[in-house]
């Protein structure tokens, strides 16, 4: 299992690091702008992806990466994080969908 996020101000990675502590104390995280992060998506078949929320959506950032990288979430099995600061409209949903486009599981 591994972590997998955007965060613009550090919240949204310390969300997911607590909960990956939680899950595998021995789960890495990865930002989407780290050069490794598609080599531990490739080697790892549960992925906790996480981001914050941004005018209900997910941001362009997240949603470019998902797309740009398609064939990486066929057969992956992915938990969806949404941090917000007060409202998340479809922001979980949105990558769902797109997740599920591309052959993932999408456990929650």
């Known amino acids: 299992m ?3 996020y955007f965060s ?6 310390h969300c997911l690091e607590h909960l990956l502590k939680l899950l595998d ?6 930002s989407i702008e780290d050069d490794n992060a598609i080599s531990a998506i490739q080697s790892n ?4 992806f996480a981001y914050p929320v941004y005018y209900s959506y997910l941001p362009k950032i ?10 990486l979430w066929k057969g992956k099995k992915v938990l969806i994080i949404a941090t917000m600061g007060l409202f998340s409209g479809d ?8 997740f599920k486009k591309y052959g993932a599981k999408v456990l929650g």
């Open 25 to 30: 104390g021995n789960a890495m995280a990865y």
């Open 91 to 98: 922001g979980v949903g949105c990558s769902a969908r797109l």
């Open 8 to 13: 613009g101000t550090g919240n949204t990675k």
């Open 62 to 71: 997240v949603y470019d990466f998902i797309d740009n990288n398609s064939a």
């Open 2 to 4: 591994i972590g997998v």
């Open 45 to 48: 078949d549960e992925i906790v």
